[in-house]
């Protein structure tokens, strides 16, 4: 869902300025809209500050994982990708607890 993420927000914000929608148009725009937040939601909860911010530029932004590495410079690539780990174990916890997955 992470990586669906930036996908599922700008989905459901071109549905949301459209006049008219289909049926399934409407459910496809309520359903991203859902997930999208709680996705937001789960990212803002990581307790860890630096954790945090490396999740939201990697994924709420959407930038790369070679962007990420080079955006955080001052800590190593392994460390980048420790803190994505702990980051898509804390997302995948809430989202687990809320409903969203099983």
């Excluded at 549905?15 to 289909?22: A, C, D, K, M, P």
Aim: net charge positive; aromatic share 6%.
């Amino acid at each position: 869902m992470l990586k669906r993420y930036l996908r599922m927000r700008q989905t459901s914000e071109a549905l949301s300025n459209r006049v008219l929608l289909t049926e399934k148009e409407q459910q496809v725009k309520v359903e991203y809209q859902q997930k999208a937040d709680a996705i937001e939601m789960a990212v803002k909860l990581i307790q860890d500050d630096d954790v945090r911010r490396v999740m939201e530029f990697r994924f709420v932004r959407g930038n790369t994982r070679w962007g990420t590495v080079k955006r955080f410079g001052s800590i190593t690539d392994r460390s980048v990708d420790r803190r994505i780990v702990r980051g898509v174990e804390s997302v995948a916890e809430t989202l687990k607890l809320i409903g969203q997955i099983e």
